[in-house]
Structure formats: C-alpha cells, structure tokens
C-alpha cells in the first residue's frame, strides 16, 4: 500500500499528475471477503503497530478510508486516523455490517459508501429474512453518499437497482466510479459458476468480478442509458457530487467565475473534444 502511494504522489508533483487532490484507500480494514483472495493481507486482529506506519505516512494525502464497521477493533483504528488528520472521511468498504453497527461509526466521520450493492449483506433476525446492512444504512441516511459503478451491462448494478439508488438518494448524493482495474493477467470467465460477463469488467484469476476497465465518460453514458436520467444529473455525479464530498466544491466540480478551470468539452454523445488543465489545454 505504501509503494503504490508513493509511486501515485510521485507522479502528483508533475505534468497532468498536478491535478491528484489526495489518497482514497480502499482498506486496510474491510472484511475480507471478495475477489483477489490471495492478495488479501490485512485479515487479521488489527494491530496499532501494524496499521500506525501506513496512517503516519499518508494521514496529509489519504483522504478517505474504507472500513468494514463489523471487522473488531475498528474504532481504535479510527480514531487513531481522525487524531492524525481530523478532516479524514471514512467510507462504508466490502462488509457484511449491521445497519446497527454502521450507525455505531457513523461519529467519526462515516460519509459514504464504496461501491454501493457490492458491500456484501448483512444477515436477517431469523431464517428466510433480509438483514438491513451498509446497503440500507446508506439509502435511508439523507448524509450518505452512494457509489456506483455503472458497467454497460448492468453486472455490478443491475439498471433496476440504479433506478432505485438514484430515485432514492436523490441526483445529488450518487457518486459515480470506475473502479477501475489494471488487466494484467489472462483472466478467466465462469459463467457456469453465475458469474456474469460484461466487456467493461475485470475479473481476478479465479474468474471472480473484480474491478472495470470503465472510463468515467462512458459510466455517464451507462447511467443515462440505465435510468433515462440526462447529461447534466450524469456530469454532476462525475464531478459536483464528488467535489462536495470531499468539501473542495467552492474550488472544483462546477463552472463557475474564480473556480479552477480543470474543464472538459464534450458532445451530447460523451465524446471527449478537449480537455483544460488549470487552465492550460492538455488535449
């Protein structure tokens, strides 16, 4: 974790790398269910020595923090990230949490929710029920923000669940992300397992879903194709919505006179026509 923040600041100090505003760490502390199983390191007890380096070395750049509200020990580590950087937001990550256990957290600074429908769910009172989990806790709390990765097909979200997200939240609580992942691998598909395929998702060596290859530009153009929603509710949850969260809005995410000119130009079919940097045109 550390060498992969590092190589990203590094880049951050030059050419279009300028425009990096932090870290969003998704984890340490999720549960640890999922895809990538053999990657996965972090399952233990939750040791302060072991987490204290990585807080310490990223407490001015790490923005966000997911956490699973169920992995024991967890406030202990967040309350060491908040003493370390109190404007630290912590995200609901992968986790089979209680609604009751989300609401637990929510004092530290619990804003939104990573990858919403992908969390995991939490069990019911008795056999046959549904649990309300990280899921539920984020469509009721009027503060949450829910991501979502809109994928052509409708694999991690199906345009039902998206309609209803949306409808729900409101435009101005969804957050649209790629999650996008390096394919570096021959992945396998298995579909014989249930395991659904969709040309702009990335699957781990067990053909398990893990991750997109998705653009922002075309999740804007899934989530209107999904949910009949315009191009201006699309941009927002690309640009405003995500700048709000992170409390850099009066700055960044809409146009407006004395904002940074961070701007692109595009055509009702979300085609990239040019791109400005600060001002500057890179494309």
């Not at 640890?32 to 990585?54: P, R, T």
């Not at 990765?149 to 949306?166: E, R, S, T």
């Not at 960044?252 to 979300?270: H, M, P, Q, R, W």
Request: glycine share 10%; with cysteine.
């Amino acid at each position: 974790m550390l060498d992969g923040a590092q190589k990203i600041l590094k880049v951050s100090k030059s050419g279009v790398g300028k425009i990096i505003n932090g870290l969003y760490m998704e984890g340490p502390y999720m549960s640890g269910f999922g895809s990538n199983q053999n990657s996965i390191l972090w399952n233990g007890e939750i040791d302060k020595k072991e987490y204290k380096q990585v807080v310490d070395k990223l407490k001015d750049v790490a923005r966000i923090w997911a956490i699973d509200p169920a992995r024991k020990g967890i406030e202990g580590f967040m309350q060491y990230v908040k003493e370390q950087n109190p404007n630290a937001i912590f995200a609901l990550g992968h986790s089979t949490a209680t609604a009751r256990e989300c609401k637990s957290v929510s004092k530290y600074g619990v804003k939104v929710q990573t990858h919403h429908g992908d969390s995991g769910k939490a069990k019911g009172f008795a056999q046959g029920t549904i649990g309300a989990g990280c899921d539920e806790y984020t469509l009721y709390n009027p503060d949450m923000y829910a991501e979502i990765i809109c994928d052509q097909v409708g694999v991690h979200l199906p345009a039902d669940m998206i309609k209803m997200i949306v409808r729900t939240k409101g435009i101005e609580k969804v957050i649209l992300i790629s999650d996008s992942m390096p394919q570096s691998g021959d992945y396998k598909n298995n579909e014989e397992d249930g395991i659904a395929y969709g040309p702009d998702l990335n699957y781990d060596y067990e053909g398990h879903l893990a991750g997109s290859h998705l653009t922002l530009d075309n999740a804007c153009k899934n989530l209107m194709t999904h949910t009949g929603y315009g191009l201006c509710h699309a941009v927002r949850c690309a640009s405003l919505n995500p700048a709000k969260l992170l409390g850099i809005d009066n700055e960044v995410g809409s146009i407006e006179v004395g904002k940074t000119a961070n701007l692109i130009l595009i055509d009702d079919k979300f085609n990239v026509k040019k791109v400005m940097l600060k001002g500057d045109c890179v494309f």
